[in-house]
């Protein structure tokens, strides 16, 4: 049967899965310095007998495999960059060894997300050695500095178009159809800068930004059936002043708000305007900005991006859930459920782009960015497995058509 010899195939090649992944996880890659990441990707494709490989100018990897013949294009998604790794003497293991151990390999990125990217590039060429069809063209991708705002992924909806895309973030193999979205606020407060000891000759920011921080509690959140409620959270606090005895002329407040679609930022942004005005004791003033990002890549290019990842829902009735949903629970011979990413992701970007996107990943989430980062080896041969029968079936025009 398909499946059977697919999982063979898939079960042949656990070694090289597990090596993949513990060679990216050496190989260090913080957003900005994915170079030799994106050569390792490109190298392990290469050897798989990709089709073609090739960078675009922002330094995305792209390994296409042709499809046999007229069906729906698919691309699988992952990033190369991932976040610090802090403290190294708090880890168990060095982050960057990539050390397997007791059937997991271990390390920064293991789950977020280097050892999802080992399963999707090798996706294409189990189902190739299984003698499993695909229909149309898979677009399997190394995506830069999502973890700083998504530019690659931006990037990327902009020159490749695809029928549906595959987010491999960790779901421990389950499917997701949405997540909340994120937008960085910035609120800043503007008064006059003064002694100390003489504060009334000033106009202290502080007044206004409390009273902001005190009205912000009580704004009624939007909740969405499916992803939950929106969340507002004020995190990091910047003034213009070094010394403790000076009263500042201004201060920026960032705010992290977790969006769901009933809100817009448009609409985010002229709630806490007003919300902000009203805070303003007399002659301060302010403003309310969504951070811009500079971000230049490994390549050089250099784009300005709003730190704005959209949320993320397709509806239960979509056909692109509809097939993935039966398409695994046919791969794991168990029904696989649906559910929700509570983290924002590329799928985001890629929705926003016109291309209908769903989320499956090995890796427990819950392990993303912390300092006891690992994944299981099987979740990972099962994973790319399934992402063998995903593109064939995503692939095959029939299977829409019904």
């Not at 700083?148 to 960790?170: F, M, N, Q, T, Y």
Request: proline share 5%; net charge negative.
């Amino acid at each position: 049967m398909t499946i059977d010899r697919l999982r063979e195939v898939a079960a042949s090649h656990r070694d090289r899965i597990a090596d993949f992944c513990s060679r990216l996880i050496q190989t260090p890659s913080l957003p900005g310095q994915e170079m030799q990441a994106a050569e390792l990707i490109m190298s392990e494709m290469k050897a798989l007998r990709y089709d073609d490989v090739w960078q675009d100018e922002v330094g995305n990897v792209i390994g296409l495999i042709k499809g046999d013949r007229s069906g729906k294009s698919v691309m699988l998604n992952t990033h190369m960059d991932h976040v610090d790794i802090g403290d190294r003497s708090s880890w168990d293991y060095d982050p960057y060894s990539g050390e397997i151990r007791d059937g997991y390999v271990c390390g920064r990125g293991a789950v977020d997300i280097k050892g999802p990217t080992s399963s999707q590039v090798y996706a294409p060429f189990l189902a190739r050695e299984a003698g499993l069809p695909i229909y149309g063209d898979v677009y399997v991708v190394g995506v830069v500095q999502e973890e700083v705002g998504g530019l690659g992924s931006i990037e990327l909806g902009k020159s490749l178009r695809v029928d549906c895309a595959i987010v491999g973030e960790p779901s421990s193999n389950t499917l997701r159809r949405g997540n909340r979205g994120r937008i960085e606020i910035i609120a800043i407060f503007r008064g006059r800068s003064c002694h100390a000891s003489m504060p009334d000759k000033g106009i202290n920011p502080h007044y206004s930004m409390a009273n902001f921080v005190a009205a912000l509690r009580h704004v009624d959140r939007v909740e969405d059936p499916f992803l939950g409620s929106e969340t507002f959270t004020p995190t990091l606090v910047y003034t213009d002043q070094t010394s403790s005895n000076v009263v500042p002329s201004e201060l920026r407040l960032h705010i992290d708000w977790r969006t769901v679609p009933q809100r817009s930022p448009d609409e985010i942004k002229e709630m806490l305007a007003s919300l902000l005005e009203k805070s303003l004791v007399d002659g301060a003033w302010g403003e309310i900005k969504v951070k811009d990002i500079t971000l230049t890549t490994y390549t050089g290019a250099t784009r300005n991006v709003p730190a704005h990842f959209p949320p993320f829902l397709i509806d239960e009735e979509n056909p692109l859930v509809r097939i993935a949903q039966e398409a695994l629970s046919e791969s794991f011979s168990r029904k696989v459920e649906v559910k929700r990413w509570d983290f924002a992701t590329d799928a985001g970007h890629l929705v926003a782009a016109g291309i209908p996107s769903i989320g499956f990943g090995p890796g427990d989430e819950t392990l993303a960015h912390t300092n006891q980062e690992r994944i299981s080896i099987e979740e990972m041969v099962e994973a790319s497995m399934a992402y063998a029968f995903l593109c064939h079936r995503l692939t095959n025009p029939v299977a829409w058509a019904s």
